[in-house]
């Protein structure tokens, strides 16, 4: 017998990629209904078409167990954008393996020399840090007085209480430094 798996968008059709049945299941759907009714279906000798290697799971080691499950049942396994035979399953799961890491290398040293370059070129990265009001010193002593909470102070001013309490530690280290020279 030969069987088709595909995963498809809601309110897509099922285009024909082989001769036989056609399981599919919804991106999204947990568990993968359809692919678990196609492994208790096949059976030695049938051979299972799959436009692509993606299709057999959300994660590798779910792709490698489901590529092992129909390799132990010995069904011949055709992917439609993968043009060569694969005899052995462990073997192929190793190399998927070893591909998968080397792509999240590859993309994490694309990230870091992206973010190297723009540092290189002076460009500030994320939120600009907040200018601290006018009112933030007379609110930041009637604080340390006790007349007013931090937090109705940080109102007042529009911003958390915790950067108004961290505001007030710079305050305090900066004065502190004038006064001792250190």
Same mark, same amino acid.
């Given at each position: 017998? @030969?069987?088709?798996?595909?995963? #498809?968008?809601?309110?897509?059709?099922?285009?024909?990629?082989?001769?036989? @049945?056609?399981?599919?299941? %919804?991106?999204?759907?947990?568990?993968?209904?359809? /692919?678990?009714? /196609?492994?208790?279906?096949?059976?030695?000798?049938?051979?299972?078409?799959?436009?692509?290697?993606?299709?057999?799971?959300?994660? /590798?080691?779910?792709?490698?167990?489901?590529? *092992?499950?129909?390799?132990?049942?010995?069904?011949?396994?055709?992917?439609?954008?993968?043009?060569?035979?694969?005899?052995?399953? *462990?073997?192929?799961?190793?190399?998927?393996?070893? %591909?998968?890491?080397?792509?999240?290398?590859?993309?994490?040293? #694309?990230? %870091?020399?992206?973010?190297?370059?723009?540092?290189?070129?002076?460009?500030?990265?994320?939120?600009?840090?907040?200018?601290?009001?006018?009112?933030?010193?007379?609110?930041?002593? @009637?604080?340390?007085?006790?007349?007013?909470?931090? #937090?109705?102070?940080?109102? *007042?001013?529009?911003?958390?209480?915790?950067?108004? /309490?961290?505001?007030?530690?710079?305050?305090?280290?900066?004065?502190?430094?004038?006064?001792?020279? @250190?």
């Amino acid at each position: 017998m @030969e069987y088709g798996y595909m995963l #498809r968008k809601n309110g897509e059709s099922v285009e024909p990629f082989c001769e036989g @049945e056609i399981y599919s299941d %919804l991106y999204g759907d947990t568990g993968y209904p359809s /692919l678990r009714e /196609l492994l208790d279906v096949v059976e030695t000798g049938d051979r299972v078409t799959l436009p692509s290697i993606y299709v057999l799971g959300h994660n /590798l080691s779910q792709v490698c167990l489901n590529w *092992q499950t129909l390799k132990e049942k010995d069904v011949d396994v055709h992917v439609l954008d993968f043009p060569f035979a694969v005899e052995n399953p *462990q073997a192929f799961c190793r190399i998927l393996s070893y %591909l998968n890491d080397s792509a999240a290398v590859s993309r994490k040293e #694309r990230k %870091l020399s992206g973010l190297n370059g723009v540092k290189a070129r002076g460009i500030r990265l994320g939120r600009r840090p907040l200018g601290m009001p006018e009112a933030f010193e007379s609110l930041y002593a @009637e604080y340390k007085k006790g007349n007013i909470s931090c #937090r109705e102070a940080a109102r *007042q001013l529009d911003i958390s209480h915790t950067t108004f /309490l961290r505001w007030g530690r710079d305050l305090d280290a900066r004065l502190w430094e004038e006064e001792t020279g @250190e």
